[in-house]
């Protein structure tokens, strides 16, 4: 089909607002963070920069803080993404099978989905807190726990918060990505196996598993990218302490660009968590096509 | 039969101890709110209110004196101005990518999918310095660009998928009819991608309503900030976090997000599968 004047004229003016704003708002910006990444910046005084080649990236790798938060964050993604989706498949493999009120669960376990992630932080804050409902529970209830355990001001209790946080909100989307998968597995392939004796269990193995692979790389790679977004829970949680010993690598950032202000230390480690998370992306497909061939 | 029935029982009985434990601490936030303040700090806690001390008192301060109603407003007026304005900017990205080619294209699209991958902070510091230079800090105008700029690669995403359902011979047609490029835009893809249009302007309407730490960096001034900033604003302000206030607000912030859940259910659901599911 040729394209006419007009027909031209009337693409490009399309075209045009949408360019214009992720031109101006998001590119611009990845451009600049890379440059700024190679700078002195300080936030005070953004109109005398230093060109100090890669320095700032040399600070951001060799700084324990900026270690203990990559760890962190690795642990935070190594426990929520399979975390969450384990408990969304369960989920949505037991509701593929009922009969009746599947459109009331369905809508029940989302609900922490669409809870906003300052206001599910603050919930488990309130619950979390030393003398907070849980401890409670624990020591005077259950008799779980000799005494209150200090969730909020330990790394390890900050961590476990975070990430109970991260699953507790993740289950509900897992859920119907799977259940939408679920639904695609073809009834025969389920009958021929039980004809060859397969039991439940072979069952979600052998005709399961494999016919939903493609969601499961899906569901892996959004949620792999979730978990080096984590920000807020944290923030609001522990607020990276004590110590930014519960630090995650934005909020580690953030601290490091508007606390401290040296925005080239924090461009130079935005593009490192760029670059980690277009790696992992890549691994992920090509290991996942692999099982594939 | 009877061992099906059975089957289902067991079911439903799991599903149902699992959904407990899903809502408990939603449960918990509404109870909390229903709570006399003095009642928040003390010990033993209590799940549940006891029924003569149910309260509206922290709803009537959200409302009145802590004059909230303001902070819901601004939310309002930047999610909404940013849902229309970036599903017209998406939907006109989504058809020309969809159906036409022209010089760049490959390379826009690949800062799309780029900018999917990229966790949306990391970009905070440039942006940061681009809201400066624009005059942009403290303003609510300044946010509604980046927001929308955040949502266009998922949005355009999504509707280029849409658009590339709909058959290519309803735009021959209205060619032939001596229609233009507009006219196809207008008359077949709009009306034909509404399913897609309007799932992924609920999706951005959540990531708006919600959005803290750009909103959270940009406004400082009370009377500007938006709900999740205005939620997050009790703590510090006070010696002791006043938690009733603090779930009075959240529950009020959550309203908008229910009923909107609620009416567009399948919207829903069909924003999130698309994509997910193939082979």
Not at chain 1, 42 to 56: H, K
Not at chain 1, 130 to 154: C, P, R
């Amino acid at each position: 089909m040729k394209t006419s004047r007009k027909s031209k004229l009337q693409i490009g003016i399309l075209l045009l607002p949408g360019l214009l704003i992720f031109g101006i708002f998001t590119v611009y910006p990845i451009a600049k963070l890379f440059l700024m990444s190679f700078f002195e910046w300080d936030f005070g005084s953004m109109f005398d920069q230093q060109f100090i080649g890669l320095e700032n990236y040399r600070e951001v790798l060799s700084d324990e803080y900026f270690r203990t938060s990559f760890v962190n964050t690795l642990l935070y993604t190594l426990v929520t993404v399979p975390g969450q989706m384990v408990l969304g498949f369960l989920v949505a493999f037991l509701l593929n099978q009922i009969t009746r009120f599947k459109i009331g669960y369905r809508v029940l376990y989302y609900l922490p989905v669409i809870t906003s992630w300052v206001v599910a932080s603050l919930v488990f804050k309130y619950v979390f807190n030393t003398e907070g409902l849980l401890n409670y529970f624990l020591v005077n209830v259950v008799h779980l726990a000799e005494e209150n355990i200090h969730w909020l001001d330990t790394r390890w209790g900050g961590l476990t918060v975070s990430m109970l946080l991260g699953i507790w909100k993740g289950i509900g989307w897992n859920m119907v990505v799977f259940l939408a998968a679920l639904q695609t597995v073809p009834k025969e392939l389920y009958e021929a196996a039980a004809i060859d004796g397969a039991g439940a269990w072979k069952k979600l193995l052998h005709v399961t598993l494999p016919s939903i692979r493609g969601t499961v790389l899906f569901a892996l790679v959004m949620l792999t990218i979730g978990g080096f977004n984590v920000f807020t829970s944290v923030k609001m949680i522990t607020g990276g302490g004590p110590g930014h010993e519960t630090d995650v690598v934005l909020t580690w950032m953030y601290h490091k660009a508007f606390s401290t202000g040296e925005f080239g230390y924090a461009a130079a480690l935005s593009f490192i968590i760029t670059v980690v998370l277009a790696i992992l992306a890549v691994l992920q497909f090509r290991l996942m096509q692999r099982k594939e061939g | 039969m009877k061992k099906k029935t059975v089957h289902q029982i067991i079911l439903h009985v799991m599903l149902l101890a699992a959904l407990i434990l899903v809502v408990l601490p939603m449960v918990y936030m509404v109870s909390t709110s229903l709570k006399p303040n003095g009642a928040l700090y003390e010990y033993p806690p209590r799940f549940l209110p006891s029924t003569d001390e149910i309260t509206l008192e922290n709803y009537r301060y959200i409302m009145g004196e802590g004059k909230f109603y303001l902070n819901f407003l601004n939310s309002v007026v930047v999610s909404c101005a940013c849902v229309v304005i970036a599903a017209a900017v998406a939907a006109a990205l989504g058809y020309v990518l969809a159906r036409f080619s022209f010089p760049g294209k490959g390379m826009l699209f690949g800062f799309i999918v780029l900018t999917m991958i990229i966790p949306g902070l990391t970009l905070i510091v440039p942006q940061y310095e681009l809201a400066v230079k624009l005059k942009a800090i403290n303003t609510l105008g300044g946010l509604i660009p980046f927001y929308v700029a955040w949502t266009i690669p998922y949005s355009t995403f999504m509707i280029k998928g849409f658009v590339e359902g709909i058959p290519r011979e309803l735009d021959e047609a209205t060619y032939m009819d001596g229609g233009s490029v507009f006219q196809v835009f207008g008359k077949i893809i709009v009306p034909l991608a509404k399913p897609g249009i309007a799932s992924v302007s609920i999706f951005n309407f959540l990531t708006y309503w919600e959005e803290f730490p750009w909103a959270n960096t940009v406004l400082n001034d009370n009377l500007k900030r938006t709900m999740p900033i205005a939620i997050s604003g009790f703590f510090g302000q006070h010696q002791f976090t006043q938690w009733g206030y603090v779930f009075a607000l959240s529950v009020f912030s959550l309203l908008p997000i229910l009923i909107v859940f609620i009416c567009c259910q399948r919207y829903f659901v069909a924003g999130l599968t698309t994509g997910s599911v193939k082979g």
